[in-house]
């Protein structure tokens, strides 16, 4: 049984920071890219940054420079610092990974079922 838990969501005032955690747990062989979306109310879900096994990453255009994605490969953990944090960016911030299970089973698109961070102005 495979599963994600993303925590390190609250409420924050305009110009704060969070960082969000996301844990993937279970019997797994290899988990390849990690990423954040996140979804506001009334939109549609965004791709936030995403991080390869190699560490190579990439940002929507909107937090480019004031979010970084980390990953620490022993612990199949995925970080999402947030800083210099707006009122756009409150959203439900969800987790997703491809991964290969020990049985072999790959999942494309594995979710997790996502933390609130809601910035107050």
């Known amino acids: 049984q495979v599963q994600l838990v993303e925590s390190g969501g609250g409420l924050v005032q305009a110009g704060g920071s969070l960082r969000l955690s996301c844990a993937a747990s279970g019997s797994i062989r290899s988990i390849n890219v990690m990423a954040w979306y996140r979804q506001a109310p009334g939109k549609q879900r965004e791709l936030v940054a995403g991080?390869?096994?190699?560490?190579?990453?990439n940002y929507a255009d909107s937090v480019k420079g004031r979010f970084t994605i980390s990953r620490d490969n022993a612990k199949n953990t995925v970080y999402l610092q947030m800083n210099n944090l707006k009122s756009e960016d409150t959203a439900v911030y969800l987790c997703?990974?491809?991964?290969?299970?020990?049985?072999?089973?790959?999942?494309?698109?594995?979710w997790g079922k996502g933390t609130l961070v809601t910035v107050s102005s």
């Open positions: 991080i390869s096994s190699g560490g190579s990453t």
């Open positions: 997703k990974v491809d991964l290969t299970t020990a049985s072999g089973y790959y999942y494309m698109d594995f």
